[in-house]
């Protein structure tokens, strides 16, 4: 590779070693035990170090958010050893990060030294430091009107106190929070916030929605501050002083419930009016007196709870004038809805005659004989049979009825009936003061109707035969008791009926008997027609007769009314049309306006068609009472129209016609803000694509695989839209790893169109933007992190990695490449030294091998766990490459240490080098080389002679064929300023800057929005 440091020492300690006497001392020099004496800060654990070849561990168990760290450190050697150098001060060492590698160097009394690297492992405790639940244990003063219920909040960490506005503060409470699992309370030092126990917080809020905070630390040591805030609830007395929707979802979600534990009273009804927001319990107390307890229960819509003095709604109830108020709060807009709760007493409002029984009657002539009296409930009629007997008057001298319970009635004792057709009206008032009207009648064994039921014409004549009737069936009017034939034609009068069937009433017979037929001399004659019935009584009807004798020749429509119709809404606004139709005579056309909601089709409609007198309708409409479908607004239906005559037909078109009202079909979010993330999420980027109606949130960072994220996002949508289900405006919304979240945008024309939210995992490399670097072992360098990031081949001698400014003026790398010669005072080194950037770890040598094979010494590549493997990556790069390439052969001197040829010119230009690769690898040792790239499943190298500044650019990866569906298990990135470094060739001069690096996990489409 690129890392030249090694055969220079290799040549001092090669000098160094032809000293005098050296072979006589000692070259050993391990470390066999090591034990930690002080640690700074205090609080920071350790376990037992352990020691391994070339290498020290401290296992910190607790400790990992109090970097820096600082560790004394006694250690044991196997050997008598000169000195230990690499200290900071006595025996200490500091690590500013958990990756931070440390070393020291155990010298030999030969010389030869040693080196060992120090590292801290820490222990992997949970991260978590939430609070999972709180119950309200307490509180202060009493009566005072908040919800047991609290709230945790896990996007502003924060537990919600919800209390009804303009109470006396301050509010004494005692809280107990279920904590992360591990996780502890800090102690507390405000005077509002006291830690009482294990899970406990006693505090006291001053004021409304002021947040009073305190701290939970994690397994791990991480802090994270939360806050108590009682929040200031405003109560709202109608619809209009809340947002859409909230008045509706502050009520009851679905039908009350209450329970006595009381034993005794019983709830007759119960009642919800969601006008006047009341609930009204009817109880039957059975006679059990007052007090009663009873609970009171009913489900809530999501983000609402319950406010009042009673916990749960159990009351204590004393009187039936007593009222329970308590207010249905949303969570969201922190507005309250009053609800009151009252009792009434159940009173029977039951006034019927349950049964009735003669005991005693006398009939005149002492004939009659009565039955058994029948009760018709749903009439509100008793009716006595008498099976024998007319001799009337029939008086009832005593009798047995019973009624509904706590009803009374007024029927008199004795009653008196002159003829069967007398009837006895009384009433029964029930217990709650409802009267209901009865009556007494009499059911006869005889027949007492006197109707025809029928005339039927068997035969008639006329003078010369031209009258003709209609129908030989008359029509029968009960309530005007007419008779009527109509004519069809002829006026040769008189018209005769010969012969006719008449069918009456069961026992009735037709006084009139009409031996020469019935004799109509005029149409406007009437002949009267007696009926007596079984019982003598007689009943006049009239025979008539209707005239229809002149052909009507007009064919129109005259009219269209819409009896009823339906369109498929699913929702509250349907499909309106107007009542009738408008009929244009002219162009023969019916047309249905259609009022609003045209896209509520297809329509179905129940039309009556109004024709010109006995026309006839055919074609598409053939009865004048008819359903129609129209499917959609054009559709047209067509039919004719014939007269009377038969001698005139009409075609005419029945249509629609759409006056509605023009709406916005969009169902569009025009913006997603999600606000903060929920504790241990990092978002990296957000998308929103109006195309395929999707968010996608990128995080960086995240609790664990499981983890749900959960955010109050704001959501503005396209003009006349709202959300129709899935998402409540305001309110937290959970979003998983696996399954997207999906809610529903409804347009203002009621167009509904599917959203989804989902979440990618989209891990990026520590440092990528290069802001952080560091001094380790004497050496300024970019921030390195023990095999786990990035990391460069600086050395004392040459700097080929170097701090740089970035075009937005933050901090970036350049790789340098440079000819360079060395003076090691004996003698002086010349060779080309390219810039290398790398992921992984670098392994210092000082044999002649490694030295004229650099590549050998870096272990590239790091573990990169991902859910999904990233596409591509995107990277700021600015390279100029240098004048002339040359190589500086590298070859071995007499004495077997490493040194190069003068300075070769050779030909072409010199080119940068970035390269990133997918691997995976499931082997016990992950190893890497660049020239046989066996586990490599996607890949993109980029090379460069030039660029004219600062570029950005994203560049996807290439599949290696065959591997396409393998997720990756290891990341390598590669950069250098000339990409024949690692051979010792380049162009002094050669300058590769690099900034941002960033793996990019999703394509978003061409407009898609990247979301604030």
């Not at 009542?579 to 259609?594: M, P, S």
């Not at 060395?822 to 000082?846: C, D, E, R, W």
């Amino acid at each position: 590779m690129r890392f030249r440091h090694g055969f220079l020492m290799l040549l001092l300690f090669t000098l160094f070693f032809n000293c005098d006497k050296v072979t006589d001392l000692n070259d050993h020099a391990s470390v066999t035990e090591c034990s930690i004496t002080d640690v700074v800060p205090q609080t920071v654990r350790f376990g037992d170090p352990s020691v391994k070849e070339g290498g020290i561990v401290l296992p910190m168990e607790y400790g990992k958010y109090e970097f820096p760290v600082t560790v004394t450190l006694n250690i044991g050697t196997a050997q008598t050893i000169d000195k230990i150098l690499g200290w900071d001060t006595e025996n200490t060492l500091t690590f500013e990060t958990e990756d931070t590698v440390r070393r020291i160097h155990l010298i030999a009394l030969s010389g030869v030294p040693h080196s060992y690297e120090v590292i801290i492992e820490v222990a992997p405790l949970s991260d978590q430091a939430s609070v999972l639940s709180a119950q309200l244990e307490s509180f202060a003063p009493k009566g005072f009107l908040l919800s047991s219920e609290l709230e945790i909040d896990v996007v502003e960490s924060q537990v919600c106190i919800y209390a009804l506005s303009g109470q006396v503060l301050p509010l004494q409470a005692e809280l107990y929070l279920e904590l992360s699992p591990g996780a502890i309370l800090d102690s507390m030092g405000e005077t509002a916030l006291e830690n009482v126990g294990e899970g406990f917080l006693s505090l006291s809020l001053e004021s409304y929605n002021t947040s009073v905070p305190f701290t939970v630390i994690a397994e791990s040591g991480k802090k994270e501050t939360w806050s108590v805030q009682l929040a200031e609830v405003l109560p709202i007395h109608e619809s209009s002083q809340a947002d859409p929707g909230v008045w509706e979802r502050l009520q009851p979600n679905g039908p009350m419930a209450l329970i006595f534990r009381t034993e005794g009273p019983k709830v007759v009804d119960l009642e919800t009016d969601y006008t006047h927001s009341r609930g009204v319990a009817t109880v039957k107390d059975a006679g059990i007196p007052f007090p009663w307890e009873a609970s009171l229960s009913f489900d809530l819509a999501p983000y609402v709870l319950v406010i009042g003095e009673n916990k749960a709604q159990d009351f204590t109830v004393v009187s039936w004038e007593q009222e329970e108020t308590f207010y249905l709060t949303d969570m969201i807009s922190r507005v309250a809805r009053p609800w009151i709760f009252s009792w009434k007493k159940w009173l029977n409002t039951a006034n019927d005659v349950l049964s009735f029984l003669v005991v005693e009657y006398e009939s005149e002539l002492h004939e009659m004989v009565l039955g058994t009296p029948v009760v018709d409930t749903l009439s509100g009629v008793v009716e006595i049979p008498f099976t024998e007997g007319k001799d009337f008057p029939l008086e009832i001298k005593e009798y047995v009825m019973s009624v509904s319970e706590d009803a009374t009635s007024d029927l008199p004792s004795t009653f008196l009936f002159e003829s069967y057709k007398d009837k006895v009206p009384f009433s029964i008032t029930s217990e709650a003061g409802t009267c209901r009207p009865w009556e007494l009648r009499l059911l006869p064994w005889f027949e007492t109707e006197a109707e025809i039921l029928a005339l039927e014409v068997s035969s008639y004549q006329s003078a010369e035969n031209l009258v003709q009737l209609k129908s030989t069936s008359a029509s029968i009017d009960k309530k005007e008791q007419t008779v009527s034939l109509t004519l069809k034609a002829g006026y040769d009068f008189p018209f005769v009926i010969e012969k006719f069937h008449l069918e009456l009433s069961s026992g009735a017979v037709l006084l009139e008997t009409f031996k020469e037929g019935i004799v109509f001399q005029t149409i406007e004659q009437v002949v009267p027609l007696t009926v007596m019935a079984e019982s003598g009584d007689c009943k006049e009807w009239l025979l008539i007769l209707e005239d229809e004798r002149i052909e009507v020749t007009e064919a129109l429509v005259l009219g269209y009314k819409i009896d009823s119709y339906s369109g498929t809404s699913q929702t509250q606004n349907n499909i309106e049309l107007q009542e009738t139709g408008r009929v244009d005579t002219l162009a023969h056309t019916v047309t249905l306006v259609i009022n609003d909601w045209s896209v509520k089709m297809p329509v179905t409609v129940n039309g009556v068609l109004e024709l010109s007198k006995n026309a006839t309708a055919d074609g598409d409409i053939t009865a004048l009472e008819h359903t129609l479908v129209f499917e959609n607004p054009e559709q047209k239906f067509h039919f004719s129209v014939t007269s009377e005559s038969g001698t005139n037909r009409t075609e005419w078109t029945l249509q629609l016609e759409d006056r509605s009202c023009p709406r916005n079909s969009e169902a569009d979010v025009i913006d997603f803000i999600t606000g903060n993330p929920s504790s241990g999420f990092v978002f990296d980027q957000k998308y929103l694509e109006r195309d395929k109606a999707s968010i996608t949130l990128l995080v960086s960072a995240r609790p664990s695989r499981e983890a749900v994220l959960t955010i109050r996002p704001t959501v503005v949508l396209s003009e006349g839209a709202r959300i129709h289900q899935g998402l409540i405006p305001g309110a937290p919304l959970e979003v998983s790893f696996n399954t997207p979240c999906t809610f529903y945008v409804m347009s203002e024309d009621e167009t509904e169109r599917e959203w989804k939210v989902q979440m990618l995992y989209a891990p990026q490399v520590a440092n990528s933007s290069f802001e952080q670097w560091t001094t380790i072992d004497g050496v300024f360098n970019i921030w390195p992190s023990n095999g786990k990031g990035w990391i460069s081949g600086n050395n004392v001698q040459v700097s080929g990695c170097l701090k740089s400014t970035g075009r937005d003026g933050t901090h970036a790398v350049q790789l340098l490449t440079q000819l360079k010669t060395v003076n090691l005072i004996v003698m002086k080194v010349t060779s080309l030294t390219a810039g290398a950037l790398l992921l992984g770890n670098f392994n210092f040598s000082m044999s002649a091998d490694a030295v004229m094979n650099p590549s050998s010494m870096p272990d590239f590549g790091i573990v990169f766990g991902v859910d999904v493997n990233p596409v591509g990556f995107e990277v700021e790069y600015n390279y100029k490459a240098g004048e002339q390439r040359v190589h500086t052969e590298p070859f071995k001197t007499a004495f077997g240490t490493p040194d190069f040829k003068a300075p070769k010119k050779i030909e072409g230009r010199d080119r940068a080098s970035i390269i990133v690769e997918l691997h995976r690898f499931t082997g016990n040792k992950w190893a890497y080389d660049p020239k046989n790239r066996v586990n490599m499943i996607a890949g993109y190298d980029l090379y460069s002679e030039g660029t004219d500044g600062w570029i950005q650019e994203r560049y996807l990866f290439e599949s290696v064929e065959g591997k396409e569906n393998l997720t990756m298990t290891h990341l390598v990135v590669r950069c250098s300023s000339s990409w024949q470094g690692d051979e010792f060739k380049g162009a002094h001069g050669s300058s590769l800057l690099l900034d941002n690096f960033k793996l990019i996990y999703y394509l978003p489409s061409t407009h898609a929005k990247i979301l604030n």
